[in-house]
């Protein structure tokens, strides 16, 4: 299993960026994929996930400027992030998703080595 995230720089408050992560050796299609982030210091957070058919969900921190979405040809997941903030400041990670109880739990051991958003002026 291999998940590349890429797309991550430096960006000014405001600004907008494009995240990729492409995936090899799982089954794309059917699984519910989602973009992580983990900010110094702090815990790793899931900040927005996208369902085999498409439907997606946002933590309320995001929601309005964040739009994740996927190529299933591809075997990619994409993370729009506009409206930046330098909250927003972090490791992006994507992994596949499952839903266990009320939880959403990473499926994969492996997290790649993430790609850093920094939002600074």
């Known amino acids: 299993v291999q998940l590349q995230a890429s797309g991550g720089g430096l960006v000014q408050p405001g600004g907008s960026l494009r995240l990729s992560c492409a995936t090899s050796g799982v089954i794309f299609a059917i699984n519910t994929w989602a973009w992580y982030r983990q900010a110094p210091g702090k815990q790793r957070e899931l900040v927005a996930l996208i369902g085999s058919g498409g439907s997606t969900n946002y933590v309320d921190s995001v929601k309005g400027r964040f739009t994740i979405s996927r190529d299933n040809a591809k075997n990619t997941v994409y993370l729009r992030m506009d409206s930046l903030k330098p909250e927003d400041t972090a490791v992006y990670y994507c992994?596949?998703?499952?839903?266990?109880?009320?939880?959403?739990?990473?499926?994969?051991?492996?997290w790649g080595q993430g790609t850093l958003v920094t939002v600074s002026s």
């Open positions: 992994n596949a998703v499952r839903l266990v109880y009320t939880d959403w739990v990473e499926v994969f051991d492996s």
